[in-house]
């Protein structure tokens, strides 16, 4: 059976999303990964990850397959690309908690909503939350 990824608000010493991108490479690696996740691995909030380490996503892929934990991996996008320091991270975190609320992202979210039938969920205001109840963690 194919899988979801694991939530965006798992954190990688304080870095949310990261963990969920290297479980959407290991899951797709194994053939696991929900199809309507494949089209946009590298893309979207995995693009501005890695563009926001300065790492491409295709060393980043090939570094998660060779193994090691996410911390580790981690380590090796700061030593590759550049290092996050606490404000680094604050600011990142940040901008996804809120990406899809009044943003250029809105447009996406409101389409997502609607080609999950949940349109009518008004509650659903941000991109993770959207994650959170489309991938089933939340009702």
Known sequence: MK??????FEETP????FARMLDK???HAREELREDFQANLGKGFD???TNYLRVSYEDLTKRTLAGGTNE???QWCFATGRALNENDIFIWNMYLRKAGWNDGVSATLANRKKESG????????TMLEYFEVDEGRKP
């Open 3 to 8: 899988s979801v990824p694991l939530s965006p």
């Open 14 to 17: 304080g870095l949310l999303y």
């Open 25 to 27: 490479i290991r899951l």
């Open 47 to 49: 693009g501005r990850c």
């Open 72 to 74: 580790e991996i981690l």
């Open 118 to 125: 949940l349109a009518h969920r008004d509650d659903i205001q």
